[in-house]
């Protein structure tokens, strides 16, 4: 039975522009991924012979990442969000074109990182974005669709790296692979075809709105009382834009200072932003995207099948999205956190002892699917919905970089220290280590993390400037 709220609002327009923003959560997903098809054939093609260039090539994107995410909360304060978004597509487009047909290493490594730069954009603005313009008991949904496009994107990524990529015979030599269609021409293909979603990108953002909570922000109240108005109605905009006010009257709201952060009234939600941003990447799942290769060689398969199992992991990660898309507004993010956060736990501890006593074949992958689908249904997902809402008004925009920021920085971490940890503790104690951050999170969302659901994001700022309630 639909509520009096469904009745006046205009479900298709909010989900059009909620899908066009979320377009750049695609961008992102498959941006990140491809690398990892191209390696094997543009590390011949450029003569990355060193292990420190290839780590390079294959790290330099998270450079531009970082730079992305800190800037873009401060710029999108400054010029809005819908302007940020529209350079944000320029850049994926661009840069996905130019790092496929880069003649050099330093200026694949130049366009990797203008890359990496869009999708720091991407990653703080998209998810900020929805949770701006949507109506608050749907907005876990569709701040949720960023995250479901994401993963389309992955998947994306991964269809497209197997089905470009020849097949390549056993022991061949880098200059057999230099000279073939793989190293001269499939992997450029695999970075430039994203210039297609990205002009799509580019054109819907054209013509969505600018957040209305940055319009009244910055005066422009009668404008965002029109977009609001055609999302819910007239008694709903003004509502939406009262609301609003009264958050932010007496602030001044023109030009954020980032020590405004770090006050005391707003210290606290940022720390539990940056928590959840850090526990996001901690929790190890991204290592099993980022080294299949070596983790379902370690389980006894051969290349030909480790693409096909790469495959079907983004096929679970996308399905436990769509779950996490139907339950996040019916259940909560704190249930979705709590039993997700346990469920990655629980099947790395089973990975390690797979590894421990030398289990190979279909056992791991077995755990290795738990694991990203527990993923799919809680981290992944929630922890964008929740950064998108739980910053007062005036500072979003910032606060918002500011979590994304540590996000890629816990990402880097992750991604250079697994090597390391694999080296040292062994593939069993280093999932047994994920597991344990795991365990530390479901802690620290029972005590530290409030409900959200199916509230305003005035109401949930009211909520965090009285007295902390997370359990």
Request: glycine share 10%; aromatic share 12%; hydrophobic share 55%.
């Amino acid at each position: 039975m639909k509520s009096d709220q469904d009745h006046s609002l205009n479900t298709r327009y909010v989900w059009m522009i909620s899908l066009v923003a979320a377009l750049g959560g695609l961008l992102f997903g498959y941006d990140w991924v491809v690398i990892g098809g191209a390696k094997p054939f543009f590390e011949p093609f450029f003569h990355l012979d060193q292990e420190a260039e290839r780590g390079w090539a294959n790290s330099c994107a998270l450079l531009g990442c970082l730079a992305g995410a800190v800037f873009t909360g401060g710029l999108s304060d400054r010029f809005g969000r819908k302007r940020l978004l529209l350079l944000a597509a320029l850049l994926f487009a661009a840069s996905s074109i130019l790092t496929g047909w880069a003649g050099s290493f330093s200026s694949f490594v130049l366009w990797r990182i203008t890359g990496g730069v869009a999708i720091g954009m991407a990653s703080a603005l998209s998810p900020m974005y929805i949770a701006e313009i949507a109506p608050a008991h749907i907005r876990g949904r569709l701040v949720s669709l960023n995250q479901f496009t994401i993963v389309i994107g992955v998947l994306a990524a991964q269809i497209v790296n197997w089905l470009i990529a020849e097949e390549v015979p056993p022991g061949a030599t880098p200059e057999f692979i230099r000279t073939s269609w793989n190293g001269q021409l499939g992997w450029r293909w695999m970075f430039a075809v994203v210039a297609i979603p990205a002009a799509v990108f580019f054109l819907g953002s054209l013509v969505i709105p600018e957040s209305p909570r940055w319009l009244v922000k910055n005066g422009a109240t009668e404008r965002a009382r029109e977009i609001l108005g055609r999302i819910g109605g007239a008694h709903y905009a003004d509502a939406e834009v009262s609301m609003i006010r009264e958050t932010i009257r007496a602030e001044e709201i023109r030009h954020v200072h980032f020590r405004e952060l770090f006050a005391p009234g707003v210290r606290k939600v940022l720390w539990i932003g940056i928590v959840l941003a850090v526990l996001q990447q901690w929790s190890g799942i991204n290592v099993i995207f980022n080294y299949a290769e070596e983790i379902f060689a370690e389980a006894g398969y051969g290349v030909s099948t480790i693409l096909f199992t790469i495959v079907i992991t983004g096929i679970v990660n996308l399905l436990s999205t769509l779950v996490a898309l139907a339950t996040v507004d019916r259940f909560g993010r704190r249930m979705l956190l709590l039993v997700g956060c346990a469920g990655v736990a629980l099947f790395h501890t089973l990975i390690g002892l797979a590894y421990f006593f030398h289990w190979t074949g279909p056992v791991i992958v077995t755990f290795v699917l738990l694991a990203i689908a527990s993923y799919a249904v809680s981290l992944a997902p929630v922890t964008w919905v929740l950064i998108a809402e739980i910053f007062p008004n005036r500072i979003r925009g910032a606060a918002v970089s500011v979590a994304v920021a540590a996000l890629w920085i816990a990402c880097f971490a992750l991604t250079y220290t697994f090597p390391l940890l694999n080296s040292l503790l062994g593939a069993s104690g280093t999932f047994w280590l994920y597991a344990a951050i795991c365990t530390g999170g479901v802690i620290f969302v029972a005590v530290r993390v409030p409900e959200t659901k199916g509230k305003s994001l005035e109401v949930i700022e009211g909520d965090f400037a009285g007295e902390p309630h997370g359990v």
